[in-house]
Each structure stands twice: as structure tokens, then as C-alpha cells.
């Protein structure tokens, strides 16, 4: 009797634990969702303040930050999901595999990594060469004129293709290098390289901010926030790379 009991504990126990993990990741989902409308209700807050000093109308603030709010929080959403699906259905059947998959992409010595790379980096060249004349964005939802279709770049956006093109080729040509090379240290170096030329690019970009001064304010002062937030991450990438780079060196 006491060893068919056994098993239905044992059962119950896992039920019960796993809805505890269930409740425990849709609660920690709440807080992150929650905490990212507070981030955009302090941003739109931090905007409103030195809005009327810089002709930035309260309307302009609302439209900028509000549909980015929309769009954060149904890409977390999305995410959420496909996390849900794979712990729920995914990872019990393929969970090595999926965590193989992941570990290899993780080293920058992976083929199958230098292979994505590669592809996604020579699709945003030919992206970024051939249409950047092309994007479009519309001006003046509010106010009194009419709305109108402007290109996002200015015609000084021309001087930084070639610096852009240069990091998009050198960032195919080391992750084609990787899988080749002995030196575990060498990658690092490599990608500390290529981050600090991403920030001085993005810093270029910040400074002759080659973009339609037809844009209204509010979108203009989201570009450069973003970018600020960007280079800010590249900086702190390239960080980590060189630390990566110094441990392998004082272990050899």
C-alpha cells in the first residue's frame, strides 16, 4: 500500500512544483511588463519637462513614446510566448538538442554562428546600400499641416555608407576567421577591435547625425536617445570582450 502511495506523492510534488515555476515565471513576466511602462511613463515625463523650452509640443511626446511603448511590450509579449512554448513544449522533447544549439552559438568559434553572421551581415549590406535612399517615414501627424512622406536620411548619410560598409565587411571576414583560428584569445581581441569601431562609427553618426531635419522633434530626440542607448551597449560589449581576452591571456 505504502509503495503505491509513494509514486502519487511523488507526482503531486512535481505538479505542485511546476505550478509554482509556472505562477513564479508569469509573475516575474508581470513585473518586467510593468516595469517597462513605468520606464516609458518616466521617459514621457523626463521629455515633458524641457518640452516647451525646445518648441517640442506635448502632442509630439505622447505620439513618440507611446506607440514605442505599444511596440516594446508586445515584442516582450511575443517573447514570453515562445518561452511558454518552449519550456512547455519544446524543451522536454528536443531540450539537449535546443541546449547544443545554444551552446554552439555561444562560441565564437561556431561554423554554424560564423555562418548566420555571415548571411544576416551580407543581407543588411545590400539592404543598407541599395534602399537607404528609399526609407520613408511620415511628418506631421498633428498641427495644422497636412501630413507628409519625407526620407529618414539626409544627404550626408552618403559620407558614412563607406565607414559603415568597411565594419560590415571586417565583421564578415573575422567571423569567417574563427573557426580557423587556434588562439582562443584572438577572437576576443578581435571583437574588442570591431566594438570600439562600432562606438566611434555610432559616435560619428551621433555627431553629424545625418537624418532629415524635416523630422519633428520628438522623433529626432528618440533617434539620438536610441543611439546614445546603443553605443552606450557596444561600449560595455567591447568591455567584456577585452576582459574575456585578458583571462585567456594570464591563464596561458
Known sequence: MRK?????????????????????GFMEAINILAALVLAFAMAT???????????????????????????????????FLVMYLYESRLKVRYGGQLEGLSANLQQLSSPLRAAIITGMSL???????????????VVNLSGDKPP???????????????????????????NLLYPVIKSKWVPFAIETVLGIASAVLIYAVITVFPFNPALNSGALLAIKLGLAFVLVMTLVGAAKNLLKMATLLLRK
Do not use: C, Q, Y
Not at 524641457?50 to 514605442?68: N, R
Open 45 to 79: 515625463f523626463i521629455l515633458l519637462i524641457p518640452g516647451p523650452e525646445v518648441g517640442l509640443p506635448m502632442i509630439s511626446v505622447f505620439i513618440t513614446v507611446i506607440p514605442a511603448m505599444i511596440m516594446a511590450i508586445s515584442v516582450l509579449a511575443l517573447i
Open 148 to 174: 507628409e512622406i519625407v526620407s529618414l536620411f539626409s544627404p550626408e548619410f552618403s559620407g558614412i555608407l563607406p565607414f559603415i560598409n568597411l565594419l560590415i565587411v571586417s565583421t564578415i571576414l573575422a
Open 123 to 137: 543581407v543588411f549590406l545590400a539592404v543598407i546600400n541599395l534602399f537607404w535612399t528609399k526609407v520613408s517615414v
Open 4 to 24: 503505491e502511495l509513494r509514486p502519487n506523492i511523488s507526482d503531486h510534488t512535481e505538479a505542485l512544483a511546476a505550478g509554482k515555476k509556472g505562477l513564479g
